[in-house]
């Protein structure tokens, strides 16, 4: 076996398959720029970290299970005046999950709440927080499905280890008591430990509204609250934007909230 393949066999051994891939063009890049043996080894090195570095975000943001792949950069702001992208911008940070505080968008459906709490969790993913996106009525569903077969506990604690949970869509359809009373659960656990991006067609005044119960209501947004920045979002939606613009359609009320 001559040196070259002995090499590659090293290479397929340790994993590297990056390097594996570039390694004979990359000997024949260096060889005419007349690269130092440090600088070919740094070069080849850093293509293998961004390569895995890649793959590791992208297994990531599937396990994160966000419905689809949005950036903070695709979100037209010149469409939705009244978000401050400036603290959007510092919520991209991703300080508020290092912190276990939250963040709530509110406002009426097709503002973009959905789109600004899938892009965060993508940033959030790729500084490295493990993040777990769920709609609401399917986080309710899951919960009282593990109560029901006496597996709380263990679905509390799936909730509970990402370090940014993103519930989405709070508030689209009313939830029941029981399911009130085991979201208080999670809310409670999660409580200073880890993060929250929770979406809302509702205003905080009508969550009464959705857990049925107003000493419940009162004890989530006392936890959620404590500890959050509120983004309140006075728009039209997305969805009408293109017909609005074509004529089509006349530009409809905004709904306060």
Request: hydrophobic letters at 40%; charged letters at 25%.
């Amino acid at each position: 076996m001559n040196q070259l393949a002995r090499i590659q066999e090293n290479l397929r051994h340790l994993k590297l398959h990056k390097i594996h891939g570039l390694l004979e063009g990359s000997l024949e890049e260096a060889s005419k720029g007349n690269l130092s043996y440090s600088d070919f080894l740094d070069h080849i090195l850093a293509q293998e970290v961004s390569s895995k570095m890649e793959k590791n975000i992208t297994m990531r943001t599937s396990m994160a299970k966000v419905p689809f792949i949005k950036t903070l950069e695709s979100f037209d702001f010149d469409f939705q005046p009244s978000i401050d992208k400036k603290r959007i911008k510092e919520l991209a940070g991703c300080r508020f999950i290092a912190n276990g505080e939250n963040v709530i968008l509110l406002g009426p459906p097709g503002v973009g709440k959905t789109h600004l709490a899938v892009a965060l969790g993508v940033k959030a993913v790729t500084d490295g927080f493990r993040t777990y996106f769920t709609q609401a009525m399917q986080l309710i569903a899951s919960l009282t499905k593990a109560y029901a077969e006496n597996r709380i506990e263990d679905r509390l604690k799936f909730y509970c280890q990402p370090k940014l949970l993103i519930i989405d869509e709070i508030g689209y359809i009313p939830i029941d008591r029981h399911g009130a009373h085991l979201f208080f659960q999670l809310i409670s656990r999660r409580y200073e430990k880890g993060a929250l991006i929770l979406t809302s067609n509702r205003s905080f005044s009508q969550w009464n509204e959705i857990f049925g119960d107003s000493v419940i209501a009162t004890a989530i947004l006392d936890r959620i609250l404590h500890h959050s920045t509120t983004i309140n979002i006075k728009g039209n939606s997305y969805r009408l934007k293109e017909k609005i613009k074509a004529g089509l359609i006349r530009e409809p009320d905004v709904e306060q909230h």
